[in-house]
């Protein structure tokens, strides 16, 4: 998720320490999600010119933090990030908040906030038209606060204070998010129901559920029931080519349950490798509101790769927090962000849970918005957290694994080998280009970022090797 980011103020940042923290008392404004207690909202707060926003001018223009917001009371919120206007507009700049703990009244340190532009919804994809996307950073998971102060200086800035600087887009601003309470249900320990299994509930498969808004043609199988049988790779040069794959399909009218179960998926003669289901916890379990996000789902005709992210979200959060970090991420990606969904179809945190992302069905191939250009036939898994030095842990290693091996093999992919995706553009392959990837991919591998972190990406040979001896290879 991290794309190259030069650092560009430097030991300029210290002069900026020292500006007078007097905190405005009055709450902030600007609330788009007319915001309940137990339903979470965004506060929006526009950066402006530190000098008129009674900083010192002087120590302003010295740490070369151009546009920014005062230290300031707000209310309560849990991870921040920065959003501008246009979703093709580049951020030139280097942005920094920090933030004030609501328990202790303490504040953090200066932390910075990477352009999040390479997970992302396809340039060609429906998700990416409507004018709805905008730009912005990797939001960061502070926990409890009520405090804030942000300051975004351009690379290369000239140090002139003025409405809209050279090199920064227009319309940035702060996005606070509140995840709120979730659900009754999440006060309960996460427990596995055996018998649970939303691919035989009612109502929980979406071609069934006359309430919906209606399916475009051919909507793709329920591979729960039926898993699709190892194929040739259809965009091999020497292979015939793929169908059309369906786009849109109704959603369903009940919630799944907590939990998915440990199950061994039906095989066939043709479907020899498979993998055990493990537990996930479903878009009910964490307390997705389902109203936040656009009606029905897409769907692509296979999955053929597992392209593995980090959030960089930071490490600072228990895993009991997890379902609020979840509901965080689904608000900025859809209210701050403009896409239609959670941008990854799984994510997995650093006890070892795995969580669904992107709702349309955990068996099935949903697009997701999560490596640009190769979002069609993919699949994305985010590690919560921040992993370019810090090792993740083994239980969240094993759990992608875990996770790898089982969706995988519901579609013939081989953990240890290699496929082709054609790209619809990004900064390494260009739109058109036919790349060759392996079946369980570091997002780095199909867009030049430093996601998912050195100390992730090199934990990926084990992922293939766990996940392949899953599916008895």
Request: one cysteine or more.
């Amino acid at each position: 998720m991290r794309a190259f980011l030069a650092s560009s103020i430097g030991v300029a940042c210290t002069a900026a320490l020292a500006l007078p923290l007097a905190l405005n008392p009055a709450p902030a404004r600007g609330d788009r999600d007319g915001r309940a207690e137990s339903a979470g909202g965004t506060q929006s707060l526009p950066l402006l010119p530190l000098g008129g926003s009674g900083l010192d001018r002087g120590a302003a223009m010295s740490a070369g933090a151009v546009l920014g917001v005062a230290p300031r009371s707000v209310r309560p919120f849990s991870l921040v990030g920065v959003v501008w206007d246009d979703a093709s507009a580049r951020l030139r700049g280097q942005v920094q908040v920090r933030t004030r703990e609501a328990a202790t009244g303490a504040w953090s340190a200066w932390r910075d906030l990477e352009a999040l532009d390479d997970d992302a919804p396809d340039p060609d994809s429906p998700e990416s038209a409507g004018g709805r996307r905008h730009g912005g950073t990797t939001p960061l998971w502070v926990g409890d606060s009520n405090g804030v102060q942000a300051r975004v200086s351009p690379r290369g800035g000239s140090g002139v204070l003025s409405a809209q600087p050279a090199g920064l887009p227009s319309g940035l601003r702060l996005e606070l998010v509140d995840p709120g309470r979730g659900p009754a249900t999440l006060a309960r320990p996460l427990t596995t129901d055996p018998s649970a299994d939303p691919s035989t509930e009612p109502g929980s498969d979406p071609s069934t559920d006359p309430s919906s808004e209606p399916a475009m043609e051919d909507p793709p199988a329920d591979l729960s029931a039926s898993p699709e049988a190892p194929q040739a790779d259809p965009e091999d040069p020497s292979a015939p080519p793929e169908p059309e794959p369906s786009e849109l399909t109704p959603e369903p009218s009940t919630p799944p349950p907590l939990e998915l179960p440990e199950e061994q998926p039906k095989t066939s003669a043709a479907q020899a490798h498979t993998a055990p289901r493990p537990r996930i916890v479903t878009r009910a379990g964490w307390g997705a509101d389902e109203k936040l996000r656009e009606k029905g789902h897409r769907y692509t005709k296979t999955v053929k790769v597992a392209f593995v992210h980090h959030t960089v979200t930071g490490n600072a959060y228990s895993c009991s927090q997890v379902p609020s970090v979840m509901r965080s991420i689904y608000r900025y990606h859809v209210k701050s962000m403009g896409w239609r969904d959670f941008g990854y179809n799984f994510a997995v945190d650093k006890c070892g849970n795995i969580y669904e992302g992107r709702s349309g069905g955990v068996t099935k191939a949903v697009q997701g918005a999560h490596t640009l250009g190769f979002n069609k036939n993919s699949m994305g898994i985010a590690v919560l957290g921040t992993y370019s030095s810090k090792k993740p842990a083994g239980k969240a290693v094993k759990a992608v694994a875990k996770l790898t091996a089982w969706k995988l093999g519901l579609f013939g992919r081989n953990p240890r080998g290699t496929t082709h995706l054609t790209s619809a553009g990004g900064n390494r392959y260009k739109k058109g280009k036919k790349a060759k990837l392996r079946v369980i991919s570091g997002h780095r591998d199909g867009y030049n970022t430093e996601c998912p972190g050195d100390a992730l990406y090199t934990k990926l040979g084990t992922v293939r090797s766990k996940a392949a001896r899953l599916q008895g290879r």
